[in-house]
């Protein structure tokens, strides 16, 4: 079936390091792929996403490629902030709905000054 | 603009005791979701409601039961708590499509002892 594995954490950088949390992913056919992030004491939201390969999504500085060939989606930013601090989720969104997603099981970051 | 309003924010309760959890959206929205969030587990997938009227199962039914009341409100019940239940849980809404974003509540945590 479906699933996606994504890196371990807890990962703690210094302000302005750069980030990479790696996705990898399972699936048959041509599943949409999307990065939800979970600041604390709040629900998830949508972060970006991709739905073809070699699609970039890219928000608020984060960015993840469409990799059909490594079967992965990893999320990067170039200049982490304090305010980057939260809990991250690659999920994978297979044919048949939004009922269809799968969720990794999330990377917690922590940012300090 | 509310968004995906749960309640409680919190609760606790003894084993075998009942409770329903609330969830509204004022986003019209046809599909609404409820997930379960443990540590290590990342997020799996209750029930779900693709419109109003319907409901279905997913990854973890067991133990809970919903109502889709009207397009806004979707109820999570617990008839009998167990320990296992134990948990944080989430709302979430979407339009219909694989890449339809889902908008999530600030969620429900939930003690069962």
């Known amino acids: 079936g479906n699933s996606v594995t994504q890196m371990e954490g807890p990962v703690t950088l210094s302000e302005e390091a750069f980030l990479t949390i790696n996705c990898t992913y399972t699936a048959t056919g041509y599943p949409s792929l999307f990065w939800y992030v979970q600041y604390p004491g709040e629900g998830l939201q949508l972060l970006l996403k991709?739905?073809?390969?070699?699609d970039k999504g890219s928000n608020k500085g984060f960015e993840a490629t469409y990799r059909k060939e490594t079967t992965s989606f990893h999320l990067e930013k170039g200049s982490v902030q304090v305010s980057d601090s939260a809990v991250y989720f690659c999920a994978l969104g297979a044919q048949g709905g939004s009922e269809k997603l799968v969720f990794g099981k999330g990377t917690k970051l922590t940012v300090n000054p | 603009n509310a968004g995906v309003t749960q309640t409680p924010k919190f609760q606790v309760l003894k084993t075998g005791q009942s409770m329903t959890l609330q969830c509204a959206q004022d986003?019209?929205?046809?599909?609404m979701y409820w997930y379960r969030q443990d540590p290590g587990m990342g997020l799996r997938l209750i029930y779900y409601s693709a419109s109003e009227g319907t409901t279905d199962k997913g990854e973890v039914p067991n133990g809970y039961n919903v109502s889709r009341l009207n397009k806004r409100e979707f109820s999570l019940r617990l008839e009998s708590a167990a320990p296992s239940q134990t948990s944080v849980y989430f709302c979430a809404s979407s339009v219909p499509g694989q890449n339809s974003p889902l908008h999530f509540g600030n969620g429900t945590r939930l003690t069962v002892t």
């Open positions: 986003m019209n929205h046809n599909s």
């Open positions: 991709a739905t073809k390969a070699d």
